[in-house]
C-alpha cells in the first residue's frame, strides 16, 4: 500500500522532528555564518525546520498525493522523493529570508537543508522501514 495524505503528514512530522531535529542540533555550530552568534544561527535552522514542516503540511504533500495519483503504480519513486528537496527548498529560503524576514544566507541554508533533506530521505528509506517493519502497509501511518 502506497501511504496516505495522513500517512504521509505522520511520516513527514516524525522524522523532521527527530532525525531533522538531532542533525540540525549537530549542524548549526558548523555553519559558516560569518559574525551571527550562535542563538542567532540556531534560531535560523530551526526555523527552517518549522517552515519545512508547516509548508510541506499545507502545500506539499497534499500536491505530491494529488500527483500521485495519475501514477499507474499510485507510488512515488525514491529519485522524485530525493529531488523534492528542490522546489521545497527554494520555497522554505524566500518564506524565511523575504516573509519571515531571517537574515538567511544562500550557502548555510544550502549546507542546512541540502544535509538535513538527504538525512531525512535516507530515514525514511532506511531506519524507518527497519523499525517499523509494517510502516508501509499500513499506508505510511505511524499512529
Known amino acids: 500500500m502506497t501511504p496516505t495524505l495522513l500517512g504521509r503528514w505522520q511520516s513527514r512530522l516524525f522524522v523532521l522532528a527527530t532525525a531533522g531535529l538531532l542533525w540540525t542540533l549537530l549542524l548549526t555550530p558548523l555553519l559558516p555564518v560569518g559574525f ?11 526555523a527552517a525546520i518549522g517552515v ?3 509548508v510541506g503540511l ?7 498525493q494529488f500527483l500521485q495519483q495519475f501514477r499507474w503504480e499510485k507510488d512515488w519513486p525514491a ?8 522546489p521545497e527548498g527554494v520555497v522554505v529560503f524566500f518564506l524565511l529570508r ?11 541554508f544550502l549546507i542546512h537543508f541540502g544535509t538535513t533533506w538527504l538525512v531525512v530521505f535516507l ?12 510502516w508501509r502497509f499500513r499506508a505510511g501511518r505511524l499512529l
Open 98 to 108: 523575504d516573509v519571515l524576514g531571517f537574515d538567511v544566507r544562500a550557502t548555510p
Open 123 to 134: 530515514c525514511l528509506h532506511g531506519p524507518l522501514r527497519v523499525v517499523s517493519v509494517r
Open 52 to 54: 519545512t514542516a508547516a
Open 79 to 86: 529519485m522524485f522523493t530525493l529531488l523534492e528537496g528542490i
Open 58 to 64: 499545507v502545500l506539499w504533500e497534499p500536491l505530491y
Open 36 to 46: 551571527a552568534t550562535t542563538r542567532e544561527t540556531y534560531a535560523g535552522t530551526f
